[in-house]
């Protein structure tokens, strides 16, 4: 399953590198509402919680399904400014329908509020499923979207304001450090981009990424199945500091496609792919490979001590022990007439990791 932008040709100068203090800012705000996809932030989330004011709180509270889950499309720009308060203005100037269509995507959940469809702004019916749907996702989803389809200019407003709250209670103070580190990562990406082309800055943003063999178009490894154009507009590419483990796409139709990725660490692990994970998943399924699995576990064997242990015919042991290492869970050695089998502990232990980080990519 993979998300494919489509960008008309090879040519790098439809692909930019840039930062984004609002998408940052909305990273940090993910992290607080979602600590435990950050378990490497968890102390900084308990700190930031402990030293906020009560009405700020509440207020995160209040909006928090326009970065929990997903993200509000205008909360990810595809023309980043230097500061905060310009990328604001820039939101600012988004049209009504516009601001509300994207907010109500992550309010209601999914993508169940679609582009060009009528406006729940001024048409009833679609007013009134917006409603409905916010109301399954819970009681706050539904007061937002009352709020919002009654005075979309009030809530802009306090969205904006709640922003500004958030920089000076602890978005100010993050973002000095991780201008530095966004900018170092911005420096390898732009340099690699100009050097030696756009395959090799999308494989340093990440495995997850690539380009097509034709050149036209970004492959994005993420669990949807989904397509976007970018001919004229392009395609940006933010880094982040707080959004690890995530790949945050913005390719909804009306918005210009926007790809927010986790900065390399130190010791970068290499992502595993979704085919590689669905091989294991499906591989793991059977529970004959698992019983083959346990006696591994114990150390080599060949297919035929395999197929006596379990009762086995030869043939029928080999048909699985391809599977497995096909899904890379196995080796297999020659020595002499034999051939051992090995379970591959690293990648079976890796497979928890692995599988959460493919969902939450």
């Known amino acids: 399953m993979t998300l494919r932008i489509d960008i008309g040709g090879p040519q790098s100068g439809r692909v930019r590198f840039t930062a984004s203090p609002l998408a940052e800012l909305t990273a940090m705000l993910h992290v607080l509402a979602e600590p435990g996809h950050h378990p490497q932030l968890a102390g900084w989330a308990g700190e930031v919680w402990a030293g906020l004011r009560p009405e700020l709180a509440e207020r995160l509270r209040e909006a928090e399904f326009l970065w929990r889950s997903s993200r509000a499309d205008f909360l990810v720009p595809a023309r980043p400014r230097p500061t905060l308060a310009e990328e604001l203005d820039d939101m600012d100037r988004i049209d009504d329908e516009t601001y509300a269509t994207a907010a109500l995507v992550t309010t209601c959940g999914s993508n169940r509020v679609r582009f060009g469809a009528p406006s729940p702004l001024s048409d009833a019916a679609a ?37 500004e709250q958030c920089a000076e209670a602890f978005f100010d103070a993050a973002w000095a450090d991780v ?150 869970l196995l080796s297999a050695r020659r020595q002499g007439r034999y051939v051992r089998h090995t379970l591959n502990l690293p990648g079976l232990t890796a497979l928890g990791p692995d599988l959460l980080a493919a969902v939450l990519r």
Do not use: C, M
């Open 127 to 163: 007013r009134e499923r917006a409603l409905d749907l916010a109301q399954a996702r819970g009681a706050l989803q539904e007061a937002f979207a009352q709020r919002l389809l009654a005075d979309p200019a009030a809530v802009r407003a306090r969205v904006r304001d709640t922003l």
């Open 179 to 328: 201008a530095v580190r966004l900018a170092t990562d911005l420096r390898v990406k732009n340099d690699l981009l100009k050097r030696q082309g756009l395959g090799a800055a999308l494989a340093a943003v990440s495995g997850a990424v690539t380009l097509a063999p034709d050149g036209g178009r970004i492959v994005v490894d993420k669990l949807q199945d989904s397509a976007t154009t970018a001919h004229d507009s392009g395609v940006t590419f933010l880094p982040s500091v707080f959004g690890r483990p995530h790949l945050v796409a913005v390719h909804t139709p009306g918005w210009q496609p926007v790809v927010q990725y986790p900065v390399a660490e130190e010791s970068p692990g290499e992502p595993v792919s979704l085919e590689t994970v669905t091989l294991r998943l499906e591989a793991l399924a059977h529970p004959l490979r698992l019983r083959l699995l346990r006696t591994l576990a114990r150390g080599p064997h060949t297919t035929g001590e395999l197929a006596h242990a379990w009762e086995l015919t030869p043939p029928e042991v080999s048909r699985h022990l391809a599977v497995l290492r096909r899904a890379g």
